[in-house]
């Protein structure tokens, strides 16, 4: 299986800040055929389902804010909350598809 | 609009086995496949495998493959996730999603509690 090992697990940000998320794999996730990252962010609250933030490690779902960006490759990613919101304050998830999918083991995101 | 809606809360005991259901609407049932991840509570997301729900097909992650069954009824766009020999370790909630091959999971159900307890 590949391992997908996110840091921190868990970071404190005032608002209007920034936060960045990592997520390292156990090795590339990235398609050597298509070029592409076979990586997605979710963002998980209390309660409810788990949101579709990034797929193709930086591609926006439809209707998600452009303060969330996702970036990398190979085996190192990254979702940046550009500008925090209050609405912003839940559990963050990487995942990789290009193997047997597995999941990191979640980034918790505060207020400062 | 697409939803994935699942079955309510369950009680198992240990050794018994929990049927999650997980009716759909708002697209075209056979073009996406069905899957299913878990979470414990206070743990992460947990996958348990896909199913196509066009041929009925189906990929198990190793850890569940002999005690998972994920089956489908297109009449009624209805996906399952059968799991048996539940311990404490399976009090999860377990959600089905859908989403293209080999790739993400764009909507979602709102989860099922599965409650495992003598």
């Known amino acids: 299986d590949i391992v997908m090992t996110q840091s921190p697990d868990s970071l404190a940000v005032s608002l209007g800040e920034r936060a960045t998320i990592n997520c390292k794999s156990s090795r590339s996730v990235t398609s050597i055929s298509n070029n592409r990252n076979y990586v997605a962010w979710y963002q998980l609250k209390p309660g409810q389902a788990p949101k579709l933030l990034i797929f193709w490690a930086s591609t926006r779902d439809s209707g998600v804010p452009d303060r969330f960006s996702g970036s990398g490759s190979g085996t190192d990613f990254t979702l940046t909350i550009s500008s925090l919101q209050a609405e912003d304050v839940a559990v963050y998830y990487c995942q990789q598809y290009y193997g047997d999918v597995t999941f990191g083991g979640g980034t918790k995101v505060e207020i400062k | 609009q697409v939803q994935l809606v699942q079955s309510g809360a369950e009680v198992q005991k240990p050794g018994a086995s929990v049927k999650v259901s997980c009716r759909t609407s708002?697209?075209?049932?056979?073009?996406?496949?069905i899957k299913w991840v878990r979470q414990a509570t206070g743990q992460g997301l947990e996958w348990l495998g896909w199913?196509?729900?066009?041929?009925?097909?189906?990929v198990y992650a190793p850890r569940f493959h002999d005690r998972i069954t994920l089956t489908r009824d297109t009449s009624i766009n209805t996906a399952y996730m059968e799991l048996t020999s539940l311990t404490s370790e399976d009090t999860a909630v377990y959600y089905c999603?859908?989403?293209?091959?080999?790739?993400?999971?764009?909507?979602w159900g709102q989860g099922t509690l599965v409650t495992v307890s003598s």
């Open positions: 999603s859908r989403g293209p091959r080999n790739g993400w999971q764009d909507y």
């Open positions: 199913m196509d729900p066009n041929s009925g097909n189906t």
């Open positions: 708002g697209y075209t049932f056979s073009i996406y496949d």
